[in-house]
């Protein structure tokens, strides 16, 4: 409780938070059938979300590397 008070508003919440989500993302990896791994768990499904915003975050830089090359 004095880590509460003495902490901004939110920060502990944000930390607990973020500890959450890593170990639903190691499980996330770890997992042979990703879609059992999110069925029904809305933060294993935002894991998932995030990893096809990465994907093609990269598909995209790649895509523009390629096109600089070429031209």
């Known amino acids: 409780m004095r880590e509460l008070r003495r902490q901004p508003v939110g920060w502990v919440e944000e930390v607990i938070e973020a500890r959450h989500y ?28 995030n990893e096809y915003a990465h994907a093609k975050a990269r ?12 031209g």
Do not use: S
């Open 22 to 49: 890593a170990k639903a993302k190691t499980l996330y990896d770890r997992a042979e059938d990703k879609t059992a791994v999110t069925k029904g768990d809305a933060l294993m499904q935002l894991v998932e979300e």
């Open 59 to 70: 598909l995209v830089r790649r895509r523009a590397a390629q096109k600089e090359t070429r």
